[in-house]
Nanobody, 116 residues
Framework: QVQLVESGGGLVQPGGSLKLSCAAS????????MKWYRQAPGKERELVAS????????NYADSVKGRFTISRDNAKKTVYLQMNSLKLEDTAVYFC?????????WGQGTQVTVSS
């Protein structure tokens, strides 16, 4: 059974940092690209960042480029999202995602709230 479990969210002031983690199980983690999405209240879910199976290629939404860094540890079956210089508009539920042959799998999400 595929499982993705996010952690690391919380309340942070503007300009602060958080590091999200997503622990994966139930599939061969090192074979697949991994993605982070987010969904703010009243908005559609949007792709934030992706990382290739080997960590060699990363892509970011324009809104987070230069502030967020996605990485992975295949030995630990975990993908990370380091978020720096957080802004009010980064407030959202952040989801981990993997696109398997059987379809997309999602974690339960972790809340990130940026507020002064």
């Amino acid at each position: 059974q595929v499982q993705l479990v996010e952690s690391g969210g919380g309340l942070v002031q503007p300009g602060g940092s958080l590091k999200l983690s997503c622990a994966a199980s139930g599939f061969t983690f090192s074979f697949y690209a991994m993605k982070w999405y987010r969904q703010a209240p009243g908005k559609e879910r949007e792709l934030v960042a992706s990382v290739a199976w080997d960590g060699g290629t990363t892509n970011y939404a324009d809104s987070v480029k230069g502030r967020f860094t996605i990485s992975r540890d295949n030995a630990k079956k975990t993908v990370y999202l380091q978020m720096n210089s957080l802004k009010l508009e980064d407030t959202a539920v952040y989801f981990c995602n993997v696109g398997l042959v059987t379809g997309d799998s999602w974690g339960q999400g972790t809340q990130v709230t940026v507020s002064s």
